[in-house]
């Protein structure tokens, strides 16, 4: 299957010997060479069939952002959801999936969502094998999406993260938190926002790390969901 990855962000200073860029990160999780395009700079396929499916990463921008960028990806993923071709959203490609398609995304009143979180499937759709009736993730965002879009079906989320696992049709998918990210990354990535944070959501988030993230078996999903459907 060709892929891109629509790339909206880099590490910050520091963290990318890590595990690499955005793009390598989701490499490394679906196990396949993936063609990435700067957003950022205006990089768009010339055509949206010239994939079979698409990645949005995460970025530290808000999808409400008043950025050049931002409006042009909102009109490219409505037109890989009106097309054959697949969307991944993930973190801010989640919640651009949100905005782009009709519902609203804002800061979360419940504050920062850092470390790795517990998240039930409402809802089991074809394509999540290995199945689990919960799955652990790693959140590191302040804005979620408070309205869903129209057709948007809730599967999966947490009383933090309520709209964490959704799909709108049979080729958009989204998703909250980040199995891209692995966890020194995230760890390290907490300490630079410590402050951010505050002491006692930090504190959660350090406790949280003993945790597994189930991120082999969202892999999974993700490859299971882009193999299938209309594509």
């Known amino acids: 299957m060709k892929l891109?990855?629509?790339?909206?962000?880099e590490p910050p200073p520091g963290l990318s010997g890590i595990a690499g860029d955005y793009p390598a990160m989701f490499e490394r999780l679906l196990g396949q060479a993936l063609t990435p395009f700067d957003v950022r700079a205006g990089q768009y396929p010339a055509q949206v069939e010239d994939f079979q499916g698409y990645l949005i990463t995460g970025s530290r921008a808000s999808v409400y952002d008043p950025l050049p960028w931002i409006p042009p990806l909102e009109d490219f993923v409505r037109a890989v959801a009106a097309s054959p071709s697949k969307l991944v959203g993930i973190c801010f490609g989640h919640q651009m999936i949100g905005q782009a398609l009709g519902g609203r995304v804002e800061r979360w009143p419940l504050g920062w969502g850092v470390g790795i979180h517990r998240f039930s499937v409402y809802r089991?759709?074809?394509?999540?094998?290995?199945?689990?009736e919960e799955f652990r993730l790693i959140l590191s965002c302040q804005d979620q999406i408070?309205?869903?879009?129209?057709?948007?079906?809730?599967?999966?989320?947490?009383?933090?993260?309520?709209h964490a696992l959704i799909q709108i049709g049979l080729n958009v998918l989204g998703i909250q938190p980040h199995p891209e990210f692995p966890k020194a990354f995230a760890e390290a990535l907490l300490e630079q926002r410590r402050l951010w944070v505050g002491p006692e959501r930090y504190a959660e988030a350090k406790a949280s790390f003993a945790l597994e993230p189930s991120a082999k078996e969202v892999a999974g999903w993700i490859r299971n969901f882009l193999a299938t459907g209309p594509s």
Request: net charge negative; proline share 16%.
């Open 124 to 132: 089991r759709a074809p394509w999540m094998e290995p199945f689990l």
């Open 4 to 9: 891109a990855v629509l790339v909206c962000d």
């Open 146 to 162: 408070t309205q869903l879009p129209p057709g948007a079906v809730v599967l999966g989320g947490s009383a933090f993260s309520p």
